[in-house]
């Protein structure tokens, strides 16, 4: 976990805790959009094998992405904690 820490010459807590809720939203709408790619048995007729390492490899995606998202939840909660 990245937490700096508050200080009378540092960042302000809403310009260290902001980018991170930003951040949070658009990996959070990068893991909805990436559910629209998500791998079909259809289109891996014949190819089960093949067909399970893409669809294992696309929740590792998702879930790679969602362990930031909840990363910079518990970085932002540490600042705010802060203040």
């Not at 014949?46 to 929740?59: C, K, L, M, S």
């Not at 990363?71 to 909660?77: F, I």
């Amino acid at each position: 976990m990245i937490t700096p820490t508050l200080n009378l010459n540092g960042s302000s807590a809403d310009d260290l805790i902001q980018p991170r809720r930003e951040a949070y939203d658009l990996l959070i709408a990068a893991i909805k959009m990436l559910g629209q790619v998500t791998p079909h048995g259809r289109d891996y007729p014949g190819d089960i094998d093949r067909y399970t390492t893409d669809h294992n490899a696309h929740y590792d995606r998702q879930q790679a992405l969602y362990a930031i998202a909840v990363e910079l939840v518990a970085e932002a909660v540490a600042i705010k904690e802060q203040g």
